[in-house]
């Protein structure tokens, strides 16, 4: 037999002083009186003291133990384990993003959604069972399948908020296959609703009760925020910033932009309704930092007032261009800022290290292992074989990846390519009917671009996205750039870094100022930390650096708090909100009480009227 | 100083003689009709002559008819002993009025009946005390209507105190009896060694016993409630009881049976009893009480 509730043991402690009540000796009134053999025999035809003074004949005393180790009994609330068919099993869904920590509810959206759900616990039969899910950036099981209330009490109270955005079709699916091969089911989603789109879950017959949190939208957030080069001073800095309404009101506040913790600029900005606003900041950047943007702004959502960049001094880029002669490329090259070009007719095995390769219609005899950009080149294990192409018409290009950003291929003809299969480590970028013509992908830790024509054998030099494209590249394939692009991490998602040196541990400071042991893959020398649910600058030390990363939320579909009374799942199915259910608390435990109240009392009255 | 009886009371009592079952047995002479033959009015039974006899009781009519001297016999008038057990003991002094005014007012009344009645009366106060010595002495067979008063004197000077035994102070009145009489038991018989020996040893001796059991309207009805410890007035012995209103009639039922078992006990050995508390008007108890269970008449 176990026990839901074993701190009730400590009423045990009253069963000594019910024993205590009979030790006590009464305080009598001494009278003279002529004789007491009339009373010596009164007691003994009633049987009233003396008998009743021994404990070992009192069955009033047996009786009363009894009742009251019967009632903590009842208060520790035991169970025998066993397993029930036929109960009902219940899937909790806490929502525990960012979202969630908005305080229009009191306490906040996710104490108000763990106190329903705790109210849910109370509501089950005993041959019910319940799952508490946890969705976050990550769905994490708190509770597997159980009856036991206690342990469910528990889960539910070791769910915690977090920053991230929520992942509600991973924990959808989750709780699908939970409740599968179960006649009676029902899956509980404790939410805002505030959550990417569900159109990718579609599953219109699945129990799903929406109780739904949130009741005002009143929030202001940062959706946006990047650091870029000055485009005409590359020593400065402009930092992108946009803040979204949410509310219903037009709000006017005021942007904070610091480094560091310095304060650079305060910036005053108003926000129509529901609608969003661009902000520019321009400054002036002498040293590695982190540029952190706050709204003044009081709103019921506060995590998104903040977010954070760690921004890097530009590194110059050394670019190696093997070729046999392309003023086109080479001048596109050049046009860089930030590109330090070395021009070589063949790749020598004893060239000193660069950053990035351009390899212009050449076979190097040794492949180098920095970023490479290709033309006509391939590695042999690059591709499955190649076929020369005729005229190869552009009929499709992918314009969302960041090489080809602004990059047109509109009025480019080539003359001929090399036809490949796209390789498993390759996206294909621009495609011909035939063959893809620009590939880009990461084979091992080397990033490369592949393009399958000779510049020269086209008409793409003479357009202006030829070299809008060559300072896409060099920006994708810089490897300083990569790695600074890494030092900003959506809330939730992994950080993944490569540490330069041969660093086998490091420590590493979250926002809170807890610090633990960093996890560093010893065969990559890589840095893998999945835990990113709070918001804020995380410090790496790797004992002879300090590496930055700024987690931010970040996300427009968490900073829209308003409350949504439904909720679409795919195409067709929705789940429209619930009105809270009306669960029955246990009550058994206050009668339980009250049955030691009227115990109490009888004893007192039972002493009282012989007075 | 009161007098133990009202003058009042004194007259209507002389009105009242004691009545005896028994003949008296007394060698002393009295106004009792007894078995012995002797001189008196009341005649008896006629014997043969013979010499030596006197001559004046000779019945001259029959030696006329019958030529033969007869003597006539006559019943010979004794006294009746009256003695009174009196409970002198510690208990007897509670009440209002005491337990022990009462007895003693009893004892006043039928010692002053006995004495009109030119009975001899014995009062046998006990526990003995030594203090009272001389006073219980003088109250031993005192004879005559004109010691009453010196008896209501030494009547009136006995203070209870000390621990009653009853059985044997009855047992031991009995043995020193010469002869047998009236015997009036006044106590309240709460006595943890019984009362049973006393009075069977009474009614061996050939006493004719009359038990009045006085107890006070707290015995019987008490008015005190809740934790109380109680301390016997004789021999300190200690009682706990928790005692409420709601117990009452288990109380009283207690009482009750006590006094059902002394009077059964009393009723199985010829013996006349009553019970009555101190508060009880005297008049009501010796005019009407005794006089119905014929005491006296």
């Known amino acids: 037999m176990n026990f839901l509730a074993p701190a009730a043991f400590w009423f045990a402690a009253v069963l000594p002083v019910v024993v205590l009540f009979y030790l006590l000796k009464r305080k009598r009134v001494v009278r003279l009186v002529p004789s007491t053999l009339l009373w010596q025999k009164f007691l003994a035809e009633t049987q009233a003291s003396a008998p009743f003074q021994r404990l070992r004949h009192n069955w009033l005393l047996l009786l009363q133990l009894l009742l009251l180790i019967l009632a903590i009994l009842a208060l520790a609330r035991p169970y025998l384990a066993h397993t029930s068919p036929g109960g009902q099993i219940y899937v909790v869904v806490l929502d525990a993003s960012a979202s969630m920590q908005s305080t229009d509810e009191a306490p906040s959206r996710f104490e108000k959604a763990r106190a329903e759900a705790l109210k849910l616990v109370d509501a089950m039969r005993a041959d019910d069972q319940m799952v508490v899910l946890q969705a976050a950036a990550v769905t994490e099981v708190k509770q597997s399948p159980t009856s036991e209330k206690g342990a469910l009490r528990r889960a539910l109270q070791n769910c915690r908020v977090t920053d991230t955005p929520t992942r509600l079709t991973e924990a959808l699916k989750l709780a699908e296959t939970l409740i599968q091969n179960r006649s009676s089911a029902e899956i509980h989603l404790f939410s805002d609703g505030a959550a990417e789109d569900l159109s990718a879950f579609e599953n219109s017959g699945l129990p799903v009760v929406y109780h739904q949190l949130g009741n005002r939208s009143e929030n202001l957030g940062i959706t946006a925020l990047d650091v870029r080069p000055h485009p005409d001073d590359p020593s400065r800095r402009v930092i992108f910033a946009t803040v979204s309404n949410f509310s219903t009101n037009t709000v006017t506040t005021q942007l904070e932009l610091s480094f560091d913790t310095a304060l650079l600029e305060v910036k005053s900005i108003s926000v129509p309704a529901r609608e969003s606003a661009p902000l520019i900041f321009v400054a002036t950047q002498e040293r590695d930092g982190v540029f952190t943007i706050k709204l003044s702004a009081t709103d019921d959502l506060a995590i998104d007032n903040t977010a954070s960049f760690v921004s890097l001094l530009p590194q110059p880029v050394r670019v190696l261009m093997v070729s046999g002669g392309n003023r086109f490329l080479e001048r596109a090259l050049r046009a860089i800022p930030s590109v330090e070009l070395s021009v070589a007719p063949a790749l020598g095995a004893t060239a000193p290290d660069f950053d990035l390769y351009v390899l212009d219609n050449v076979l190097p005899a040794s492949w180098p292992e920095g970023s490479i950009i290709a033309f006509r080149s391939a590695h042999p294990d690059w591709f499955d074989g190649s076929v020369p192409l005729e005229a190869p018409a552009i009929v499709d290009w992918k314009g969302s990846h960041p090489l080809l950003r602004f990059v047109h291929f509109d009025n480019v003809q080539i003359s001929e390519s090399v036809g490949v299969k796209t390789p498993s480590w390759a996206v294909p970028l621009v495609e011909s009917p035939q063959s893809p013509l620009m590939v880009a992908g990461e084979l091992g830790r080397q990033r490369i671009v592949w393009i399958g024509f000779d510049p020269l054998q086209s008409t793409w030099p003479l357009r202006v996205s030829f070299p809008i494209f060559m300072a896409n590249a060099v920006d994708w394939l810089n490897p300083s750039s990569i790695s600074a692009r890494q030092l900003t991490v959506p809330a939730g998602s992994p950080i993944r870094m490569a540490l330069a040196g041969n660093v086998t541990q490091a420590q590493l400071r979250l926002p809170d100022g807890t610090q633990i042991e960093a996890e560093i893959d010893p065969v990559r020398g890589e840095l893998l930390f999945g835990d990113t649910s709070k918001q804020g600058v995380y410090r790496l030390n790797t004992g002879t650096a300090e590496i930055l990363f700024a987690v931010n939320l970040l996300n427009a579909a968490e900073s829209d708090t308003t409350p949504r009374s439904e909720l679409q799942f795919g195409r067709y199915a929705r789940v429209e909100a619930s009105t809270f259910r009306r669960a029955s608390l246990e009550i058994w435990r206050w009668v339980a009480v009250l049955a030691l109240a009227v115990l109490m009392f009888e004893w007192w009255y039972y002493h009282r009227r012989t007075a | ?297």
Do not use: H
């Open chain 2, 1 to 297: 100083m009161k007098p133990i009886l009202s003058p009042e009371l004194l007259r209507r009592l002389e009105q009242f003689q004691l009545l005896s079952k028994r003949r008296a047995k007394s060698s002393a002479k009295g106004e009792r009709r007894s078995r012995s033959r002797g001189q008196s009015v009341e005649f008896a039974d006629y014997k043969s002559y013979t010499p030596g006899d006197d001559f004046r009781y000779l019945d001259w009519n029959l030696y006329g008819r019958l030529d033969r001297l007869f003597l006539k016999l006559y019943e010979e008038e004794r006294e009746l002993p009256v003695t009174i057990f009196l409970d002198a003991s510690e208990s007897m002094a509670f009440g209002n009025p005491s337990k022990f005014d009462f007895a003693r007012q009893i004892a006043a009344a039928v010692g002053y009946v006995a004495l009109c009645g030119f009975d001899r009366v014995s009062i046998a106060a006990f526990p003995d005390s030594m203090g009272e010595a001389a006073v219980r002495g003088a109250l031993r067979s005192v004879r005559g209507r004109k010691s009453a008063l010196t008896f209501f004197q030494n009547l009136a000077a006995l203070t209870p105190s000390g621990t009653a035994a009853l059985n044997e102070a009855l047992r031991r009145g009995a043995l020193m009896t010469r002869q047998a009489g009236t015997a009036v038991v006044l106590s309240d018989f709460l006595d943890p060694s019984g009362y049973e020996t006393g009075l069977g040893a009474l009614v061996a001796r050939g006493f004719q016993v009359s038990a009045v059991q006085i107890l006070t309207q707290e015995e019987v009805n008490p008015s005190t409630f809740g934790d109380l410890r109680l301390v016997d007035s004789e021999n300190g012995w200690q009682e706990e009881v928790t005692f409420g209103r709601y117990r009452l009639g288990a109380y009283q039922q207690t009482v009750q049976n006590f006094c059902q078992r002394l009077r059964e006990f009393c009723q199985g050995r010829g013996i006349s009893f009553f019970s009555t508390t101190s508060d009880t008007p005297l008049e009501s108890l010796l005019l009407k009480q005794l006089r119905q269970a014929e005491v006296w008449g």
